[in-house]
């Protein structure tokens, strides 16, 4: 398991900076969806039937596949529009702590969609240690993220309009790149409800 105290903390603390988007809460809950996504996987790998093995390995290649659309939007998006912002380097250190577990999480990603192909034959122990490669960098990063977006530091350099720009181009992404069928019901069942009531703000036609 790779549960992280602070992050299960800083949701209910960390201040808003209006919109959510780019404040502390909202990227704790986030990384709190994923770290549930991880810690299901770790906990249902030795408790899955043969039979579900397709199914469950369909769902760790969604918590992949979510990992990585969370990161590009980041290094496309987010990231650039900070340092445009607060200045040039500044999340230079988050792009780094990607890259410090993309080559085990990659490993994983293709053992997880071989498993799902059935050329090769799910094994709890690989696929533990396999996840083990990878998961204490990423959990590293993760909580290192968390301070880049003080709500105090945002406040200082961007604008509610700037903000309200970003946002909309944030959401174009979102509606174009995040798959209704795997990455939304990821959101949805990995969501914290104690801490993080507040979303899905879902429109009436999706619910």
């Not at 809460?25 to 039937?49: C, D």
């Not at 969604?62 to 990231?79: D, M, N, R, Y």
């Not at 709500?151 to 903000?163: D, N």
């Not at 914290?192 to 879902?202: E, G």
Request: aromatic share 10%; proline share 5%; hydrophobic share 40%.
């Amino acid at each position: 398991m790779i549960w992280c105290p602070l992050l299960w903390s800083q949701c209910t603390t960390a201040s808003f900076f209006r919109l959510r988007s780019l404040s502390q809460a909202e990227l704790v809950r986030k990384l709190k969806v994923l770290i549930r996504g991880f810690n299901s996987m770790a906990y249902y790998a030795p408790r899955i039937k043969e039979n579900e093995v397709p199914g469950f390995s369909r769902y760790c290649m969604a918590v992949l596949q979510t990992i990585h659309h969370h990161h590009k939007a980041e290094e496309e998006l987010t990231f650039p529009f900070l340092e445009s912002k607060i200045g040039q380097g500044t999340m230079g250190g988050n792009v780094d702590g990607h890259h410090g577990f993309l080559p085990g999480l990659e490993a994983f990603e293709k053992y997880c969609t071989s498993i799902h192909a059935g050329s090769i034959k799910f094994e709890v122990k690989v696929f533990l240690e396999k996840m083990g490669t990878f998961t204490p960098a990423l959990m590293e990063h993760l909580t290192d993220e968390i301070p880049t977006l003080d709500a105090e530091k945002l406040r200082k350099h961007i604008t509610l309009e700037e903000l309200a720009a970003y946002e909309k181009r944030l959401q174009e992404m979102i509606a174009k790149e995040t798959s209704l069928l795997y990455t939304f019901p990821l959101a949805v069942v990995n969501n914290d409800k104690n801490s993080a009531a507040w979303f899905l703000p879902v429109s009436p036609s999706i619910r």
